[in-house]
């Protein structure tokens, strides 16, 4: 079912979430405080414009958001609020995760407190 038109200054924050999951991600909707994010691709090229092997390339680790869960609450019931949202581009920790391949492309699926923080751009 789709929602009625509203204008955006009278949308309330859950419809924008819906909204904005329904665009930056169709297939996968992470539950609870779980983030739901795509490893970037590492340089091809060298500084000095060389072009570099599979084996010569670091596994880099930034990640963009394409997905949050709503939150989790606290032991008095409370909504501790995500601290990403979609489109932030996050570093990541080396191992862990759990990695989920949707149709051609891979993703990985953490929890927010395991994101080690968020790159301004």
Do not use: W
């Not at 072009?51 to 990640?63: F, G, R, T, V, Y």
């Not at 958001?65 to 990541?92: C, F, Q």
Request: glycine share 8%.
């Amino acid at each position: 079912a789709q929602a009625a038109f509203c204008p955006p200054a009278t949308r309330r924050p859950q419809q924008l979430f819906v909204q904005a999951m329904a665009q930056a991600f169709k297939k996968f909707v992470p539950l609870a405080d779980r983030i739901l994010v795509q490893k970037l691709k590492a340089e091809a090229k060298s500084a000095g414009g060389v072009l570099l092997p599979d084996s010569a390339k670091q596994e880099i680790n930034q990640a963009k958001v394409m997905a949050v869960g709503l939150g989790r609450r606290n032991p008095k019931g409370e909504m501790i609020p995500m601290s990403t949202k979609v489109g932030d581009t996050v570093v990541i920790p080396r191992y862990g995760g759990t990695e989920i391949k949707l149709g051609d492309e891979e993703y990985h699926i953490y929890r927010d407190e395991d994101i080690v923080g968020i790159i301004e751009e």
